[in-house]
């Protein structure tokens, strides 16, 4: 390649920074990268999917902040996809486009009664408790007694722990002011965790299920009925080490839990969610209790329970949204690609287009997956871009300074980043404390005091 490799890369979390770092070592620096974001903010899930006192999880934010910091690389904040720039705009700017959106929309659980207001995706929740300015002016009912987070994977656990902490337990992490405010006020009690499936199918990491058995403030219960494991379960227990470490962690409390505390979790296994009931406001959650068939199919007993819970937030899977224009598999919710290679509808790779991340691959796997994920997909496109000889139409800054876009560099973005750890310092709490709404954030970019 004569000239350095021009790359757009859509999206700012871990996939994307991980592509950009790829590219600027795949090429030895011999190449030009630009990040956008739709939010004046990088990093993604690391700074609003990652749980706020998951504080050595989010101290990654560090690293990838020295990717965005190497002198091929830029950051485009406030630059939406579909909104401010097309699909068309980017190959004409650009030798090569890597998509790295995620996964941003919850999957719902289809029974009667979840469109009933306090039915919520977890997302909207994480979001909310993690300072999302699409969420920033949400409000949740935390003035019910009972809870219902039906889910067993990590971000559920996350969920239930938020809720089962006090405000005070969260004051030095880096919550929205109005969150902890909120919180404050929470008159829940009695959180239940359900799954559909037994104790050895749950997705939650060992070190995630031991935090809930470590809160001072909230006891926790599991039925000794729903610990008994058919022989796969038990095999799988024997010989994987996660799902050994789960059961050991879920035994330990099957005993009486533990007295005086101010909350209660409830895990429940073997429970599907049939109905959420109500009127006008989720009143109850219908379960029905399951087991598995001869062919481990999760299948109905016939036997019903009633919680009667005021909220229910469902986390039951994630799914990626289309981009406009781009191939997108409406069946399992990816942009259908070979090594990162988009796919035409005829199967063959369409030119100069990738993706990276949960787009690429579905949600699965943690923070550092993404790295080997995004080095494959540059590689191919590295691979491709040596055989072409393509020649961009115009300058990104040409077009951006046609549509009079007010972009959020970097340099902003640090701005951004100081004010937060002022904010934190005025009010006594932590490192930092985030704004959450857009105005405060993008007033706090264009402050040049």
């Not at 038990?234 to 005993?255: C, H, M, P, V, Y």
Request: hydrophobic share 40%; proline share 6%.
């Amino acid at each position: 390649m004569a000239s350095p490799v021009l790359v757009a890369v859509i999206g700012s979390g871990p996939a994307g920074i991980y592509a950009a770092e790829a590219l600027v070592k795949q090429t030895d620096g011999d190449v030009r990268v630009d990040v956008f974001d739709r939010l004046p903010t990088p990093y993604g899930l690391v700074r609003y999917g990652v749980a706020p006192d998951h504080t050595s999880i989010k101290s990654i934010a560090r690293y990838l902040q020295r990717v965005l910091e190497n002198p091929a690389v830029r950051f485009f904040g406030c630059v939406e996809l579909g909104r401010d720039i097309t699909r068309a705009d980017l190959l004409d700017c650009y030798d090569a486009v890597i998509y790295s959106t995620g996964a941003m929309v919850d999957r719902q659980m289809r029974i009667p009664g979840e469109e009933l207001p306090g039915s919520i995706a977890a997302t909207d929740f994480v979001n909310w408790y993690c300072g999302h300015p699409d969420a920033a002016d949400h409000e949740f009912d935390l003035s019910v007694e009972e809870v219902a987070v039906v889910g067993v994977g990590n971000v559920a656990v996350d969920v239930v722990r938020i809720l089962a902490k006090s405000a005070g337990e969260l004051r030095d992490t880096d919550v929205p002011e109005q969150v902890i405010e909120a919180l404050s006020r929470s008159k829940v009690k009695r959180v239940h965790m359900i799954g559909r499936r037994g104790p050895a199918q749950a997705k939650f990491t060992t070190k995630e299920a031991r935090e809930l058995g470590e809160l001072p403030n909230a006891s926790i219960h599991v039925r000794p009925e729903d610990m008994d494991l058919d022989p796969a379960s038990a095999e799988l227990a024997a010989s994987d080490r996660k799902t050994g470490g789960n059961i050991k962690a879920l035994n330990a409390w099957t005993g009486e839990p533990a007295a005086g505390r101010a909350r209660h979790i409830d895990v429940r296994f073997w429970r599907a969610p049939v109905e959420i009931l109500g009127t006008d406001r989720v009143e109850g959650l219908k379960v029905e209790k399951t087991k598995l068939d001869e062919s481990g199919r999760v299948v109905g007993t016939g036997e019903f329970e009633t919680l009667p819970v005021g909220m229910v937030l469902r986390s039951v899977g994630y799914q990626s949204v289309p981009l406009d224009g781009v191939p997108f598999d409406e069946r399992s919710y990816v942009v259908p690609n070979d090594g990162g290679r988009i796919l035409g509808p005829d199967g063959a790779p369409v030119p100069r287009e990738y993706v990276a991340g949960w787009i690429k691959r579905g949600p699965s796997g943690v923070v550092g997956t993404n790295k080997s994920d995004a080095a494959e997909t540059v590689r191919n496109l590295l691979e491709d871009a040596a055989g072409t000889d393509s020649s961009p139409k115009r300058t990104i800054e040409e077009l951006l300074e046609s549509r009079g876009l007010p972009v959020v560099t970097y340099e902003d973005w640090l701005k951004l980043d100081a004010a937060e750890i002022a904010l934190a310092q005025s009010l006594d709490r932590g490192e930092r404390v985030k704004l959450a709404r857009w105005e405060a954030m993008t007033s706090a970019c264009r402050d040049d005091e």
